[in-house]
């Protein structure tokens, strides 16, 4: 079910929750390709987050900044394919909230342990802000936050739980946003984590 957050925000609560074992299965083959990393932030940080992408480009961060790149800036390697059913996924999730005609062109893979958190952010790396971005939760279930357009604007929290997806578009793209540390915990197919899967046009 369609759960609205704000202009341009949309809960698809549980949409995937069936398809999560088969999107966990093709994370983990990324993964066995460009493994998840804990990026250093350009002020010195090791992200608690691990990350990974796949698609023609990906995210990364390192000590020259924020980019989006072809390589993976740890291993030197490109960037797995988007598998077609990633690509599914995040054009209709997109049509369903309102944005017909979505097509990623970069796939960003967190992988969260007990205890990492995302501070609150904007993300504005992406050339057309226009332009959607998709997220799927899969594993232990996370608070996310969800503020304003300053930092200091007051923030609303929500669970994300597995199979959940959220369409952010509109004037929620620029959005301050995070995770909550997360808590402890066995999910019967992601074991001690939580994967977040976001969809972004980058170019
Ligand atoms: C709101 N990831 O990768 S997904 C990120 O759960 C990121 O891993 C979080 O924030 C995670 O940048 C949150 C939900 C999300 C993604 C992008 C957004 C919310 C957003 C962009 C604008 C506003
Ligand atoms: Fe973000």
Known sequence: ????????AVILRRLVRDEGEALLKSVFAIAAQNPFHHRITPGGHRMSVAMTNCGDLGWSTDSRGYQYSEHDTATGHQWPPMPDSFRALAT???AQA?????NPDACLINR???????????????????????????GLPAVFQFGGFDRADATQRVLLEHGDVVVWG??????FHGIM??????????GPYRY???FRRAL
């Open 98 to 102: 309102g944005f017909a005609g979505f």
């Open 170 to 175: 509109g004037p929620s793209r620029l959005r």
């Open 181 to 190: 540390p997360l808590k402890p915990g066995i999910h019967p197919l992601a």
């Open 112 to 138: 969260y342990e007990p205890g990492a958190k995302l501070t609150l952010h904007q993300d504005k790396d992406e050339k057309d802000l226009r332009q959607p971005i998709v997220s799927v939760s899969l």
């Open 1 to 8: 079910w369609a759960e609205p957050l704000a202009e341009g």
């Open 196 to 198: 977040n899967i976001t």
């Open 92 to 94: 209709s999730a997109a």
